[in-house]
């Protein structure tokens, strides 16, 4: 029986390189299974679930999406993103706009702290002044 | 000085190295790390280079959003600032801030942040911050993208540019400017002269367009991702070598520190015994 040699490859490292029966992924259009000697394909994987049919059972992967490419003896599939990965993204996206926020509320505090300081230590440095011309004052 | 300061002086100082050194391997553990993580990501991005080299040859790319945006409503920039969480690691985050304010104009551009120190610089100098993804980066990636590209499809920023500082090698950084929107012509260029020599048709599904769309957008997020691990590594490096500066610092301290106890000990001791002759001398006479 002829055999796949499949490569899956997500940003962070290669994570599958073994050889296969046979193996169905989730496309735009419906599934493909791809088995030895199929046509030369490059194609876009949508979010679901890989099947693959190893020498020695069957394995299953969840995927959020990327791309395959065979020419009929490797398959190399790249694993643009993670099962979830959007719903994941918005919870990150919304996270870091709040922080951002805090930040700027945060530096505004900071601010006025420091404006609030320098009118303390001026009105401070008037009130020195002010006494010591009263005493003048007096001396006179 | 008093002996006694001395002596104190010497213990806390080379506590103050032992932290540093523990500091410093810590750091060479990490830099190591992240350059592996750099490498193993390594595959994925030339297959996905040589995926768009086979199909570009197909297609016209001037439709696509990306090289050229289409409806500006802002002539502003968004920046993406990588910075490090933490200090501690020698002129790192002040070369980028340097870098930074030569290149950019503050107050025509949008941030987002990665790095809490880029954050504060950038709050400080009152820019403005959209987004900042300081906690847990390396699993933003796509969230940052994701974010920048909002950004710039509706038309709120003319470009999108990355500011990091790129690791070279152990002993070496640079702060380095990427623009990532619009995609600069210049890789169209050369993915055709490569697509050329390829050999035998692909059956592209669902479309050559749709797919390259899909295509360039992952190679985006590529772009930021080594960003990412760029900076990384060059931060932990950058930390790594101002920590063994620091060591080798106290090291010389301890040195002269040791040599100033022994010789006001031995002042002590010659004053004693200068005592005692004296003594004795008067003690004989009498």
Do not use: W
């Amino acid at each position: 029986m002829d055999i796949l040699q499949l490569k899956i490859i997500t940003p962070k490292k290669v994570i599958f390189d073994e050889k296969i029966y046979s193996l169905t992924a989730p496309t735009l259009d419906g599934e493909i299974t791809i088995l030895p000697h199929h046509i030369t394909l490059i194609t876009m994987l949508v979010e679901g679930i890989i099947k693959i049919k190893r020498l020695t059972g069957e394995d299953y992967l969840a995927i959020g999406g990327g791309y395959l490419e065979t020419d009929g003896f490797n398959v190399n599939i790249l694993v643009s993103s993670a099962y979830g990965q959007e719903s994941i993204n918005q919870k990150l996206i919304e996270k870091a706009i709040e922080e951002a926020s805090m930040i700027l509320r945060k530096s505004e505090d900071k601010q006025q702290r420091l404006e609030a300081a320098a009118l303390l230590r001026r009105s401070l440095i008037d009130m020195k002044l002010l006494r010591k011309k009263k005493r003048i004052a007096v001396n006179i | 000085m008093n002996i006694r300061i001395v002596r104190k002086k010497i213990k806390s100082v080379s506590n103050v190295k032992k932290i540093t050194n523990a500091m410093q391997l810590v750091a060479a553990v990490k830099m190591k790390k992240s350059q592996q993580k750099a490498r193993e990501g390594e595959p994925y991005r030339l297959h996905l280079k040589k995926i768009i080299q086979k199909i570009s040859s197909k297609i016209d790319l001037n439709i696509s959003a990306l090289f050229k945006v289409k409806n500006l409503v802002s002539n502003r920039e968004l920046v993406i600032l990588f910075s490090s969480n933490k200090g501690l690691c020698g002129a790192f985050n002040f070369n980028i801030f340097r870098f930074l304010t030569k290149y950019v104009n503050i107050s025509e551009s949008d941030f987002i942040t990665i790095g809490r120190k880029g954050a504060e610089f950038i709050s400080k100098l009152g820019g403005k911050i959209v987004a900042d993804f300081s906690k847990n980066s390396s699993n933003s990636v796509s969230a940052i993208f994701q974010t920048a590209l909002n950004f710039y499809l509706e038309g709120r920023c003319k470009s999108v540019k990355l500011i990091y500082n790129k690791f070279i090698s152990t002993f070496h950084y640079e702060p380095t400017e990427e623009v990532i929107l619009p995609l600069p012509r210049k890789i169209d260029i050369d993915l055709d002269i490569k697509a050329l020599s390829l050999k035998g048709e692909y059956v592209i599904e669902p479309s050559a367009n749709i797919l390259l769309e899909r295509l360039l957008k992952s190679f985006i997020e590529e772009k930021i991702r080594g960003a990412l691990y760029s900076s990384d590594a060059a931060e932990h490096s950058s930390r790594m070598i101002a920590m063994k500066n620091a060591t080798d610092n106290a090291q010389e301290l301890i040195y002269n520190l040791i040599l100033q106890r022994n010789k006001l000990r031995q002042e002590k001791i010659t004053y004693e015994l200068l005592d005692m002759i004296t003594a004795k001398e008067l003690v004989e006479k009498n």
